[in-house]
């Protein structure tokens, strides 16, 4: 029994510079992957954001919902139609992504953090205006049109700042106020939208839950995730296609957030028990940390 709370204490004290660094800091959380499919999940993510609170750091969660998306277009009757990864939003199924995040996903996950312990508003550029978007054009396929899917371009991020500094998590739909006065509202990929948020908040921190612990060289070898990466190695391993699929457009990302300024970004497993508290508050943390 001694010796189980001599281990706690020493978890304790290996946390301690970690606390004193990023108190006061702002941290940007992109909730993502399948691990937001499961309520326990993520009420026990959201049990380390309380804790993040209660010593002093500034939690922000970015979130998506895809696969509900596309539940309740197909409840409409309504084909979810992809380009080049990207989902095709016209104006009635902008209306079902906006009502979907905002009003179902949003709600859901500020009933789990209550649960939780820890307080939350939802923030989204339909309802505040915070999220800033214009259309996004595929310049490689300029006769490609997504339609209402947008690039960021900013955020108003005194609301944030307001929520912030009450001890209020802002749970953050990627979901913009179009800015360029074609569509009234853009539909965000949601690793593009956190990178942005996490910039224009001055981020210390960026830390993307994902289905996978990192960066692996070899993604059939769990020994082979890759634990600290400068960015420039990041862009050769993409062309090298170590990095695919779904994970370029996070890494990117990552890239994307180094450049603008935040501190580092990280990439570990949504399934990892505390998996935000062992990459931030230790050592060797437990996952892909990118730094600039």
């Not at 992809?82 to 104006?91: A, C, K």
């Not at 420039?232 to 090298?240: A, F, H, R």
Request: glycine share 10%; hydrophobic share 45%.
């Amino acid at each position: 029994m001694v010796e189980e709370a001599t281990k706690k204490a020493a978890a304790l004290i290996e946390a301690l510079p970690y606390i004193k660094s990023f108190h006061n800091q702002v941290i940007v959380i992109k909730l993502g992957g399948s691990a937001q499919e499961n309520p326990a999940l993520v009420e026990r993510v959201f049990a380390d954001v309380d804790f993040m609170i209660s010593v002093g750091m500034k939690p922000v969660i970015v979130y998506g919902g895809g696969k509900r998306i596309s539940a309740a277009m197909q409840k409409k009757g309504k084909d979810a139609v992809f380009i080049h990864g990207q989902r095709v939003t016209d104006s009635e199924t902008m209306d079902i992504v906006a009502s979907v995040l905002i009003d179902e996903v949003g709600h859901d996950l500020m009933q789990i953090m209550r649960k939780a312990g820890g307080k939350a508003e939802l923030l989204n550029g339909r309802d505040q205006g915070f999220l800033l978007a214009k259309k996004k054009h595929l310049i490689q396929y300029p006769d490609d049109d997504l339609q209402c899917v947008g690039s960021p371009c900013g955020i108003n991020a005194e609301l944030a700042f307001e929520m912030l500094d009450k001890k209020i998590v802002p749970l953050i739909a990627p979901i913009a106020k179009g800015t360029d006065g074609l569509y009234e509202l853009y539909n965000i990929n949601g690793d593009s939208a956190s990178s942005v948020i996490a910039r224009d908040l001055n981020a210390s921190k960026i830390v993307f839950l994902s289905d996978i612990a990192g960066i692996y060289k070899d993604i059939d070898d769990e020994d082979s995730l890759m634990t600290s990466l400068h960015e420039s190695e990041v862009e050769n391993l993409i062309k090298e296609e170590v990095i695919k699929g779904g994970m370029i457009p996070k890494v990117e990302a990552c890239i994307e957030s180094l450049k603008g300024g935040v501190g580092k970004a990280h990439i570990v497993s949504g399934f990892q028990p505390h998996a935000l508290l062992l990459e931030i508050f230790t050592a060797d943390g437990i996952g892909s940390e990118l730094v600039h």
